[in-house]
């Protein structure tokens, strides 16, 4: 029973019966209407901004967005109970499961002196669960719903570990230029030319993993440096942009750049 009074301190037992209400017949309107589907989004972005509230460094903001991911956990197991498909219990036992199969060297016999040695060993056990006999069986089992740049570096690095791989950074960076040129003859002659941007994008996350540079990461900053310099060319023009021409913008621009150095 769930009591309708606000309780000092709630546990596990108490979100899973406050969400068994929710989806009673005679509970919240919104929440019995409900599938995996409808809720997938909810799922992404609630992931989104725990991550946002770990890159800020914001404990108390975390400890929140911690409690959004695992009330979507508990939304998704509800809705799968209903269904006679799983329920938390089950998600709890796979996941401990998992993870005493995955480290055989904490839960057995085999060693890993450094982490690479227990992420073999992972990924080893991983590959054996899943029954993925070939590189390309690995790739395959990358989530296709990941970000495209963070899914294209763990496609690279699993190929890396089969092999395929340049020794340096150089031919890297020469296939980013072979990727920007074939970009501008795609745009030239108006063909291919969503096919030749991935090729690009896939090539300087290549370039990135060389550097030992995450291209997610550096896409984000990237997009937080656009805001913030185009917040000042917004408060240099005093007037809107719309009525500036590109060399206008561009100079602004400029500046606005060379403020920040």
């Known amino acids: 029973m769930v009591n309708s009074q606000m309780t000092e301190n709630y546990r596990l037992e108490d979100l899973l019966n406050i969400m068994k209400r929710l989806r009673e017949p005679d509970g919240c309107p919104w929440d019995r209407v409900q599938t995996h589907q409808s809720i997938r989004p909810n799922m992404l972005e609630e992931a989104y901004e725990a991550a946002d509230a770990i890159d800020r460094m914001d404990m108390e903001n975390l400890k929140e967005e911690l409690g959004d991911v695992l009330l979507q956990v508990v939304f998704h197991a509800r809705m799968a109970q209903e269904a006679g498909q799983f329920n938390f219990d089950d ?43 070939t590189a390309a069986d690995a790739l395959n089992g990358v989530a296709r719903a990941l970000p495209a740049l963070t899914r294209a570096a763990k496609l690279q690095n699993k190929a890396a570990k089969a092999g395929f791989d340049w020794r340096e950074i150089a031919p890297a960076l020469d296939k980013l230029s072979e990727e920007l040129e074939e970009l501008r003859r795609a745009i030239e002659e108006n063909s291919n030319v969503e096919e030749e941007l991935g090729d690009l994008l896939f090539a300087a996350v290549k370039v990135g993993r060389f550097a030992q540079v995450d291209g997610e990461a550096a896409l984000q900053k990237a997009c937080e440096k656009f805001i913030r310099r185009f917040a000042r060319v917004e408060a240099l023009a005093a007037g809107p942009l719309d009525r500036l021409d590109v060399p206008a913008l561009e100079a602004l621009w400029r500046r606005a750049k060379q403020e920040e150095t």
Do not use: M, N, T
Request: net charge positive.
């Open 91 to 133: 998600v709890v036992d796979g996941i401990c499961k998992k993870l005493v199969y995955r480290h055989p060297h904490v839960f057995g016999a085999e060693k890993a002196e450094d982490p690479e040695g227990a992420l073999s060993a992972w990924d080893a056990r991983k590959r054996a669960e899943k029954g993925q006999s």
